[in-house]
C-alpha cells in the first residue's frame, strides 16, 4: 500500500508542528524546512484545518498549529481523512470480475492497514528528545 503525496505532506506539516510546542508556524517557514510547495502546502494544511487537526490564523502573529495536542491526534484518523478513497486497485472493467475474489482480500488487508494506524497518535511518530518527557506507547 502507498499513500498519496498529499497524504505523506500532511504527515510531515502535523509532524513539523509537533516540534513547534504550541507556537505557530508559517505556511512559507514549514516549506523551507521540508522542501514542498508553498501552494501545494497551503492546500494541505487547508484541508487539516477542516478535518479539524489544525488551527490557522491570519495576519500578524498568524500563522498555523496543531488544534490539540499530539497525543490526541490519532494517526490513522489523519491518513482517512486525507486519502479516503485509497483503493488498492481498481477493478473497473475488468473481465475477470465475475470469478475474482481479489478485491475482497485486498479490501481486508486495507482494514487491517488502518487498524494498524489508528493503534498511534501523532505523538508516537516522534522521537523523544532529551529536553521533552517519554511518550508512553498504548
Known amino acids: ?62 500563522g498555523i498549529a496543531l488544534a490539540r495536542p499530539a497525543e490526541e491526534i490519532n494517526l490513522g484518523a489523519v491518513i482517512r481523512a486525507t486519502d479516503p478513497h485509497c483503493a488498492l486497485i481498481d477493478c473497473t472493467g475488468c473481465r475477470l470480475t465475475p470469478v475474482c475474489t481479489l478485491p475482497k482480500a485486498l479490501a481486508e488487508a486495507a482494514r487491517a492497514f488502518h487498524a494498524s494506524l489508528a493503534r498511534y497518535s501523532l505523538a508516537d511518530m516522534v522521537k523523544p528528545s532529551r529536553h521533552r518527557p517519554e511518550t508512553v506507547r498504548r
Open 1 to 62: 500500500m502507498q499513500l498519496t503525496r498529499h497524504t505523506d505532506y500532511a504527515l510531515r506539516l502535523l509532524i513539523h508542528l509537533s516540534q513547534a510546542e504550541g507556537h505557530r508556524a508559517s505556511i512559507a517557514e514549514v516549506a523551507a524546512a521540508q522542501d514542498i510547495s508553498r501552494t501545494h502546502l497551503m492546500k494541505i494544511a487547508n484541508a487539516l484545518v477542516h478535518a479539524g487537526f489544525l488551527t490557522a490564523m491570519r495576519g500578524r502573529g498568524g
